[in-house]
């Protein structure tokens, strides 16, 4: 599976944006059975989780951070997961990393990690 996320930008605090990550065509049989999720390393430090939603999209969970600014949702006929960020903060600056694998309760577990995408919010 390969995964392309893009979406990110420079932007001032308060404002939106929205993420999105494609899984490639040849795993397009198959790519829909894994969960998908954001994860974001900021400059100097590890890279975090953010937002996870299962295979079907019925379930999500949301690092605290995050909680209430930001939705994940996925579209499995594109094959696509978008991470929408509003009321976006100068912490919020980071690299994007979409991935796909196994989640469960508030845990996620990559399998397959795409590219990242730098989202840079300004004060």
């Known amino acids: 599976v390969q995964l392309q996320a893009s979406g990110g930008g420079l932007v001032q605090t308060g404002d939106s944006l929205r993420l999105s990550c494609v899984a490639s065509?040849?795993?397009?049989?198959?790519?829909?059975?894994?969960?998908r999720g954001w994860f974001r390393q900021a400059p100097g430090k590890e890279r975090e989780f953010v937002a996870g939603?299962?295979?079907?999209?019925?379930?999500?969970t949301y690092a605290d951070a995050v909680k209430g600014r930001f939705t994940i949702s996925r579209d499995n006929t594109k094959e696509t997961t978008y991470l929408q960020m509003n009321t976006l903060k100068p912490e919020d600056t980071a690299i994007y990393y979409c991935?796909?694998?196994?989640?469960?309760?508030?845990?996620?577990?990559?399998?397959?990690w795409g590219q990242g995408t730098l989202v840079t919010v300004s004060s």
């Open positions: 991935a796909a694998g196994v989640l469960s309760g508030s845990e996620f577990v990559a399998k397959t």
């Open positions: 065509r040849r795993a397009f049989s198959t790519f829909n059975i894994y969960d």
């Open positions: 939603i299962n295979w079907s999209g019925g379930s999500t």
